[in-house]
């Protein structure tokens, strides 16, 4: 079968791996990886949609020590909806709901608070495809299976003509600042080394499979059964394949393309929910076939020219640009665009396409490398966007590996300058090279109303291509509209059927909920008095119980969901050879009639266009399509667009105007109530599993009170003379009389230690935080000097409260270091045992902040207290709840 294996390129790291986190020299974090015994994907695709089971298994490598808590960061494809979350810990199995995001941390750190084992699922919030498993409380030996189950929707392979399963295997560094704490490491060392694969494939009656194959690994194909039933009769609906070698390295991305007969045709499917009463989800999907003339637009090509494009992906990039150049029609007109860190044009406006300026851009072409630095996308876009000829479309391609976390910038802007403004301007995304991040280029293309592709290492991709650009050249349709067709039974009086045609943008009309506000006017409230001495102003309310987290938007303007809710709420223009699937949410207020079909209409130029797909009924009820459904839902949401966005009140008023300054919360709560209710993972909703056995409860508390843990202790692996050299290294920043070899010969000391895993990646000469605070504070001074020194520990305080940032840490400065030792001397002896080479300044000023506070500044509570409260709520979420008081007595004993 097509694919091989090569081995991960020299030097490469991923953003991975099984870990558990000890607290180093009280203020550094050090991440212990634990070795991966098995991971396994079990995926079954079924017709257009995917099933994937993955199996994580890990073992405690002591068999006395227990571990706090450890955690594994892994990729998913983008848009996946995750259904299902377990963990297997010894002989016990515990299952995983959904809560909004801090309630289902909140649980999980209360579970392990009180010894339970725990565990927990979330999405990073700025990277939809990059996910997180924590589990607390592993027993001493114990043998963990974490099972997170997912739902696909598959994407049409335009190079093939089928169906194309991606399974991520890797998540590569990312230019720009991720506010968390991922850190890179070798894939090998950190994630066990391999997967192993398996893929079912069922097609509907009436297709059957052609062909299976994959462009990246070498597989071994099994037509007619599946691995669930190999010896079952076989039929040419069903196929299994698997890893010819039986497992696979991690270093790309698993890619599985099946050609199937009919795959494209248009199919509408609705699904009866099996606990919610009169809920039903709809899903149509097509890969549309219809021709139009084409347009002559301007078309622009963004290319990705940043560090991480450096080897193959490059040459990709080149290639493709090529292909696309060549095959432009006369008429257009064409510029180019290198990005990275800077951006530059070929042109300073686009250029009619000529032999002169098609040789012109060839040859620009081929001097193309990898030197633009960083990846920063937003500016070319919106560089490119904003001198565009406004007489005629625009059409941006973006070739790129997506290599940033600054994605939501990108999703805002696209969402302002594309879909709001009814602009003529389209963005398509090919995804260049393995470990392409699809959160970003799906994202793109479905903000900028285009479509995305990917191709890999050595992946034939001219097909593909030349239909993207076909796609490009297509006319403007932007109005597209479902519309539900219900067949209604006659009546004893009229023996004709009926219709019912219910067009889903007119449920978009929503009564809020003034409910409240009619009550306190039907009745009499006691007065309340303006001194009452029983009154206690500082006494906090009950907490009210809430169970999934949601009372959180209790102060929200309340209203319904629509009857109806669809995703994507606008229909993107529909592209030959490019699968377009849509979702209905029907609710209990739609109607109850039977549907019978799904009307797809739209408008051109050179007529109405007008598709009718026949729904076809499930015998069974189920929740596959209303899962699918509501992460779509959810997905839009997040990225900023989505049903909300056009609601609109009884007065005709747009909610998202009505309601500005609490419109985002608004929006996070609508994507909470679908998270929960239909118990689908998100940004805003996180799966979290407790134990809830009384008994294996009181077992685990008397096991436990005997465990050490693997947390505490901290291995000696720095000798006296490294240490040395060390202190050595930071009087050279400082200014030194050793000779330049002695200087280099102590660097590469360092750069081996840090090699081995010994030091952490940052170093003093590299002007990263160094041992000592004074040392921090020359090289680090975002905070504002001091006007005059406090004299005061009321000056003192208040000076630091305003140093607190938003997210309710402080940074270490020369400001802060001043402020504090203007009033206190401070244990610098103490401070230079317990702060090493790798000191986290964040981490260092706030655990020294809140001890100021609580040890110094008690009188003053009723000013620090909410203060404090914060920073301890920031701390906990970098420590967890077992590391964050060791870390505040560390600072403790600097105080005192």
């Keep these: 079968m097509n694919g091989y294996y090569r081995p991960p390129p020299a030097g490469r790291e991923y953003i991975c791996g099984l870990y558990y986190i000890i607290p180093s020299g009280g203020w550094r974090l050090e991440k212990n990886y634990l070795p991966q015994i098995e991971l396994q994907a079990h995926a079954t695709i079924l017709a257009t949609t995917s099933r994937t089971v993955l199996t994580q298994t890990f073992v405690n490598p002591s068999t006395k020590k227990g571990i706090k808590e450890c955690r594994y960061t892994f990729p998913l494809y983008d848009g996946v909806s995750v259904v299902g979350f377990t963990c297997h810990i010894g002989d016990r199995t515990i299952i995983g709901e959904v809560k909004e995001r801090e309630k289902a941390r909140a649980v999980f750190q209360q579970a392990v608070a009180r010894g339970e084992t725990a565990g927990l699922l979330e999405q990073l919030p700025d990277a939809s495809d990059v996910f997180t498993t924590t589990v607390g409380n592993v027993p001493p030996g114990a043998k963990v299976i974490i099972k997170v189950t997912y739902l696909g929707e598959l994407k049409h392979d335009m190079e093939v003509d089928g169906i194309r399963f991606t399974i991520p ?33 069922e097609m509907a009656d009436g297709s059957f499979i052609q062909k299976i194959q994959s462009p990246t690994h070498p ?8 691995s669930l039933a190999p010896n079952a009769e076989p039929t040419m609906t069903k196929a299994s394949a698997t890893l010819t070698l039986g497992t696979t390295m991690l270093d790309t991305d698993f890619v599985l393309q099946v050609i199937a007969k009919d795959t494209g045709i248009p199919k509408a499917i609705l699904e009866c929910h099996p606990t919610i009463p009169n809920h039903r989800a709809l899903m149509a999907t097509l890969v549309p076939k219809f021709a139009l003339p084409p347009e002559k637009p301007e078309i622009v090509f963004v290319c990705d020219r940043s560090g991480s494009m450096d080897g193959s992906r490059i040459d990709l990039a080149i290639q493709a640009l090529k292909v696309f150049l060549k095959s432009l029609p006369i008429g257009v007109k064409f510029n180019i665009c290198s990005f990275g860190s800077r951006h530059s044009f070929l042109w300073q406006k686009s250029v009619t396409y000529t032999q002169q300026t098609l040789d012109e851009a060839v040859r620009h072409a081929e001097t193309f490398s990898a030197n633009y630095g960083g990846t920063e996308m937003l500016e070319p876009l919106r560089a490119t966007i904003e001198q565009r000829y406004k007489d005629m479309p625009l059409e941006v391609m973006m070739l790129t590996d997506g290599k940033t976390w600054n994605q939501q910038q990108l999703f805002t802007y696209l969402n302002s300058s594309v879909t709001e403004s009814k602009a003529p301007i389209r963005v398509f995304t090919l995804g260049i090279g393995d470990g392409v991040s699809h959160a970003l280029i799906e994202s793109m293309a479905k903000a900028g109303n285009g479509f995305s592709q990917t191709v890999g290492d050595n992946e034939k991709m ?8 076909k796609g490009a050249l297509s006319p403007h349709i932007n109005d597209y509209s479902l519309e539900v067709n219900y067949s209604v039974c006659p009546t004893a009086k009229d023996d004709d059927d ?7 943008a007119d449920s978009l009309k929503i009564k809020l909920d003034l409910s409240d506000k009619e009550d306190t006017k039907k009745e009499t409230k006691k007065q309340i008095s303006l001194f009452d001495t029983s009154a206690d102003p500082d006494k906090e309310e009950p907490p009210v119980h809430d169970a999934t987290g949601e009372n959180r938007y209790a102060h929200l303007p309340k209203f319904p969901a629509p009857k109806i809710v669809q995703a994507p709420q606008n229909i993107p223009s529909l592209f030959a050879f490019n699968r377009t699937t849509v979702y209905l949410l029907l609710g209990p207020d739609a109607p109850q009639a039977m549907p019978k079909s799904v009307i797809l209409r739209g408008t051109s130029a050179y007529g109405p266009l007008e598709l009718e797909i026949p729904i076809h009924f499930l015998d069974l009820p189920g929740e596959t399509i209303h899962q699918l459904a509501a992460k779509r839902a959810i997905s839009e949401l997040e990225q900023g667009r989505g049903w909300l966005s056009e609601a609109k009140d009884e007065t005709g008023a747009v909610i998202k105007t009505k ?18 209710k239909f118990q689908v993972g998100g940004k805003w909703c996180s799966f979290v599993a407790v134990e809830s056995n009384k008994k294996n409860l009181q077992a685990k508390e008397k096991e436990e009170q ?19 050299n060390g202190s050595q290294l930071q009087s050279l920043e400082q200014g030194s009389s050793l000779p330049p070899q002695d200087i280099e010969a102590i660097k590469a000391r360092m750069d081996q230690l840090r090699d081995r895993g010994d030091l952490p990646r940052t170093s003093a000469y590299m002007h990263t935080p160094s041992l000592l605070p004074y040392k921090i504070a020359r090289t680090d001074s975002n905070s504002p000097p001091l006007a005059t020194t406090p004299k005061s520990e009321e000056e003192v305080l208040h000076y630091l409260i305003g140093l607190q940032t938003f997210e309710g840490c402080w940074e270490w400065s020369n400001a802060l270091n001043v402020a504090l030792t203007s009033v206190y001397t401070l244990d610098q002896a103490q401070l230079m045992r317990q702060v090493d080479s790798g000191v986290d300044t964040k981490l260092f000023a706030t655990a020294l902040v809140v001890m100021v506070f609580e040890e110094k500044l008690a009188k003053w509570k009723g000013s620090w207290e909410l203060v404090v409260e914060k920073a301890r709520v920031w701390l906990e979420g970098e420590f967890g709840v077992t590391g964050l008081e060791k870390i505040l007595e560390t600072a403790r004993n600097v105080v005192k």
């Design 169 to 201: 295997n890797t998540i590569c560094p990312r230019y720009g600042n991720y506010p968390g704490t991922l850190r890179t490491s070798p894939a090998t060392g950190a994630m066990g080394g391999s997967i192993s694969i398996i893929v079912d494939a």
């Design 706 to 724: 005997e465990w050490e843990w693997l947390e505490d202790e901290r291995e000696e692996n720095i000798s006296q003379a490294d240490r040395q």
């Design 219 to 226: 597989i071994a194909v099994t037509m007619g059964t599946t």
């Design 498 to 504: 009926f219709e019912i045609i219910e067009r889903v």
């Design 659 to 676: 309601f500005e300054g609490r419109f985002d919360d608004m929006v996070e709560r609508e994507a909470v109530r679908l998270g929960v």
């Design 462 to 469: 001219d097909s593909k291509v030349v239909r993207m650009l």
